[in-house]
C-alpha cells in the first residue's frame, strides 16, 4: 500500500510562487506515473498535473498550463509542483496521487488509483 505525504502549501498573493512536495513510500514509486488533483470548496476535486514513470512524459489542466510545472526525483521517492503566478482560483487544497496502474500516465482524477491527505493552499488577491 503506498503511503504520500504533501508538504509546501500556504498562504501566497496573487503572482507568488509555491513549490508543493509529495513524499512516497511503500511502493516500488518509480514504476508508477505520479501527479496532482486540486479541490476547491465546493467544487469536485479536479486534474491538475501528471507525469510518466520516467519524469519524461507531462501532462497539464488548460487552467495551470504555462505556470506550473511537475517533476520527480526517483531516487528520493518524491514529487513536486512548482506553482508560478498564482491566482486567487487557485486556491484549494492540492492531493498527490499515483496512477491506478503501472500502465497509464494519467489525464484525469479518476485514473488515480491513492491519494495523500492533502496540502492547503491559498491565494490572496
Known amino acids: 500500500q503506498v503511503q504520500l505525504v504533501e508538504s509546501g502549501g500556504g498562504l501566497v498573493q496573487a503572482g507568488g510562487s509555491l513549490r508543493l512536495s509529495c513524499a512516497a513510500s511503500?511502493?516500488?514509486?518509480?514504476?508508477?506515473?505520479m501527479g496532482w488533483c486540486r479541490q476547491a470548496p465546493g467544487k469536485e476535486r479536479e486534474f491538475v498535473a501528471a507525469i510518466s514513470r520516467n519524469g519524461i512524459r507531462t501532462y497539464y489542466s488548460d487552467s495551470v498550463k504555462g505556470r506550473f510545472t511537475i517533476s520527480r526525483d526517483n531516487v528520493k521517492n518524491t514529487v513536486y509542483l512548482q506553482m508560478n503566478s498564482l491566482r486567487p482560483e487557485d486556491t484549494a487544497v492540492y492531493y498527490c496521487?499515483?496512477?491506478?496502474?503501472?500502465?497509464?500516465?494519467?489525464?484525469?482524477?479518476?485514473?488515480?488509483?491513492?491519494w495523500g491527505q492533502g496540502t492547503q493552499v491559498t491565494v490572496s488577491s
Open positions: 496521487a499515483v496512477a491506478r496502474t503501472t500502465a497509464i500516465i494519467p489525464t484525469s482524477r479518476t485514473d488515480f488509483g491513492s
Open positions: 511503500g511502493r516500488t514509486f518509480s514504476s508508477y506515473a
